[in-house]
């Protein structure tokens, strides 16, 4: 399945059906007047999150999304039938953005919620509505409120518990497919993961979900390499777990660009809870691992673990640690909601 995390669809509501212009005409019954009825409202534009969608690649195919017209009223007082209301239904984390690009209409963040976004107009009044003390039989009807139209943006940033950042290269991929059913491709070669990828970890009776980004460049809050743009789908991550390859040139420079840009991003990703995971200790001896430590911590890094995805040491000691910031920083989300402002953003 091809993955999409943005696109860009309309929108239109149902018009409401037009009432009727009718007058009894029953044998033996004096006097008859209008009974022509309202119409039916006609459909609203409901977007729903559901689960077992990750991708928004649906919509490249279809674009435009038309919700029914209510039925016209008819004699006999028969009011019109309203329309079927249209559901679009996208996956969670979804969020609605205006055609302009600056604000988030809709926020999706749970299986099931569901949002009115546009209404269907109200059906037109029929004839019999209009009858008065003076005007007996009138002729006079509504043709139908109309619907609602708009171009917006859906933007979809994944929802993980831990989110994976680092260098290209730096052994993500390989980490994510030790811990995790994910099964990423893995390459000698910088870019292997050009899109983001979700693996659900097991540990310790403990589930939890990690999402791995295409690896960042320095500048790519400019737009060099792949970009920024799938730094939105760690922005709700409760930690980040950097990943630093050890056998790099420049350890203590390849942690320091990632700070960088994280920080370029905003979104408060640089004030995230982060663990550094100095990865690829297999083909490193330990002092040279110690002194590789001691020169990220000078710089600023803390809490840093020694790891090989390859042969999985020093992966359970850190996932032990993991769990329990997970629980800390839910505990602390149910007490205070977050009040972080949106990245900034703006469509391709």
Known sequence: MHFLDQAKIF???????PGAVSFRREKYVEYGGPDGANGGKGGDIIFEAVEGLNTLI?????????????????????????????IIKVPI???VISDDGEHV???????????????????????????????????????????????????????ADVGLVGLPNAGKSTFINAVSNAKAKV???????????LGVVSHKDREFV????????????????IGDRFLGHVERCRVLLHLVDATGDDPVAAWHIVQDELAAYGAGLDEKLQLLALNKSDLLD??????????????????????????SAGIDELLNHVIPLLDTQANESDEEPDQGEDSAWSPL
């Open 11 to 17: 929108i239109r509501s149902g018009a409401g059906g």
């Open 105 to 159: 209409l809709a926020d999706f963040t749970k299986a099931g919620e569901r949002k009115v976004f546009l209404r269907g107009g109200d059906g037109g009044r029929g004839n019999a509505s209009y009858k008065t003390s003076t005007n007996r039989a009138p002729r006079q009807h509504g043709t139908g409120w109309p619907g609602e139209e708009m171009w917006v943006w859906l933007r979809l940033k994944l929802l």
């Open 286 to 311: 330990q002092e040279l691992m110690d002194d590789i430590a001691a020169q990220l911590r000078e710089a600023g890094a803390d809490t840093i673990f020694p790891i090989s995805g390859a042969t």
């Open 187 to 197: 390459g000698a070669y910088p870019f292997t993961t050009t899109r983001p990828q």
């Open 93 to 95: 984390g979804t969020q």
């Open 58 to 86: 649906d919509f490249r195919y279809t674009q435009h999304f038309k919700a029914r017209r209510g039925t016209p009223g008819a004699g006999t007082n028969r009011t019109g039938a309203g329309a079927d209301d249209l």
């Open 210 to 225: 990690i999402a791995d980004i295409p690896g960042l460049i320095e500048g790519a809050a400019e737009g060099a390499g």
